[in-house]
């Protein structure tokens, strides 16, 4: 299988987003997490932003071994320079340089020509090549430039020695099937030039993870992510639901990325912990009702055959277990297990006026707590057993029966 190498911009792209900002300290404790979750390369920043930038930047690049470091910088010498002096202790440093390609980009952002850009882009490939190992280009807005500019861009920039190209649905606009005809393009007009081409995609439409596996299926190798899908307004690419989709649709993408399944969740909430921003509870794998089922039918299924309602089994991110909501949706089925794994088992009679109190509770409450529900199961148990003890003995027909 086909490796697609995972670029994670937790550290820049998602760290540019309001509330997410991270000390170099910080950057440095989460990019080891990074690594060890296996991501090919760690964007740890944009050094020309500020010092403190570079200093992160420089702290990744000394820290870490296995993956590369990518540090970013516009198509502008002094950008260029900041990112090499930011990247000097990297075992991998590579030099990510940007300048957008789509006309309103260009007039309205940077008053260029398609010409006055491309010269630049070439310039400044060339010079960052010159002093770097690796150099990407990324031809910003890509997805709302002309196309033929852009696969004439594509080409120079390959020509000037970028080795990965990177096409970014800046604003998120794109369809899956626009995204991926961008990339047949490029693809045709670089012949056999051996350059990766990457993804870089923004959620505004909800679409980055769609976009992403679309361009991988037309033969992207690289895909720019972000853990829980941060980044500049609605996010970028999620990293761990662009890989987990590849897994779990391994039928329909033959393709693996080294990224250890195991240490999703730590790293999601790493994140967290770090910024103080937590999870949505409905997002996908790594939020705390990916895996949680309330509904009487859902809880039912799930406990007879995960697969009933899990695509995935929880222990394969490393998330603790599935948890099983108790509230006013659950069945007696949910309850008898809740109650087993909390310790206190109860059946027959006991259970059900357990059941019957729960429901109540339930109405009331959202959702009913473990204290509550061993507050109720003791109750219960007791009642029953002290119902038994006032009981007449059973007959010999009923003891039978
Ligand atoms: O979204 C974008 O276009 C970017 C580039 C700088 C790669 O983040
Ligand atoms: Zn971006």
């Known amino acids: 299988m086909d490796l697609v190498r995972i670029f994670d911009t937790t550290l820049r792209d998602g760290e540019q987003s309001p509330g997410f900002s991270m000390t170099p300290d910080e950057k440095l404790r989460l990019a080891a997490q990074i690594e060890e979750l296996g991501a090919d390369v760690i964007e740890a920043g944009f050094p020309i932003a500020s010092e403190g930038d570079l200093e992160a930047v420089r702290a990744v690049a000394g820290g870490i071994r296995g993956a590369a470091t990518a540090a970013l910088a516009r198509a502008a010498q002094q950008d260029v320079d900041a990112a090499l002096r930011a990247l000097e202790p990297a075992t991998r440093p590579r030099v990510h340089v940007f300048l957008a390609t789509s006309d309103l980009h260009l007039e309205h952002k940077l008053h260029m020509t398609r010409g006055e850009a491309l010269d630049r882009i070439v310039r400044m490939v060339r010079y960052a090549r010159q002093r770097c190992p690796e150099v990407e280009f990324s031809a910003e807005d890509a997805s709302r430039s002309d196309p033929d500019y852009l696969a004439e861009v594509a080409v120079a920039a390959a020509d000037a020695g970028a080795a990965i190209l990177n096409l970014p649905d800046t604003v998120g606009y794109a369809t899956p099937e626009e995204y991926a005809t961008m990339f047949r393009q490029v693809r045709a007009r670089l012949g056999k030039r051996a350059v990766t081409l990457s993804a870089h995609c923004h959620n505004d439409l909800g679409l980055a993870v769609a976009n992403s596996l679309a361009a991988v299926a037309t033969g992207a190798r690289q895909v720019e992510c972000t853990i829980n899908g941060i980044g500049e307004r609605a996010g970028n690419a999620s990293l761990e639901e662009f890989v987990v989709a590849l897994r779990v649709r391994g039928d329909r993408f033959a393709l693996r990325t080294g990224v250890r399944l195991n240490q999703i969740y730590r790293t999601s909430r790493l994140l967290s912990a770090i910024t103080g921003v937590p999870v949505p509870p409905n997002k996908a794998i790594v939020g705390a009702n990916a895996f949680a089922h309330e509904a009487g039918i859902h809880q039912d299924g799930i406990l007879k055959n995960p697969l009933t309602y899990e695509i995935v ?89």
């Open 313 to 401: 089994s929880p222990e394969t991110f490393g998330i603790p277990a599935r948890r099983l909501v108790i509230g006013k949706h659950s069945g007696r089925n949910a309850l008898r297990t809740r109650l087993e794994e909390l310790g206190c088992p109860l059946s027959g009679e006991p259970l059900e006026a357990a059941y019957r109190d729960v429901m109540e509770l339930a109405d009331r409450s959202k959702t009913v707590g473990d204290r509550d529900l061993l507050r109720i199961a003791i109750r219960a148990r007791r009642s029953g057993q002290s119902a038994a003890a006032h009981s007449p003995e059973p007959s010999a027909a009923q003891g039978a029966a």
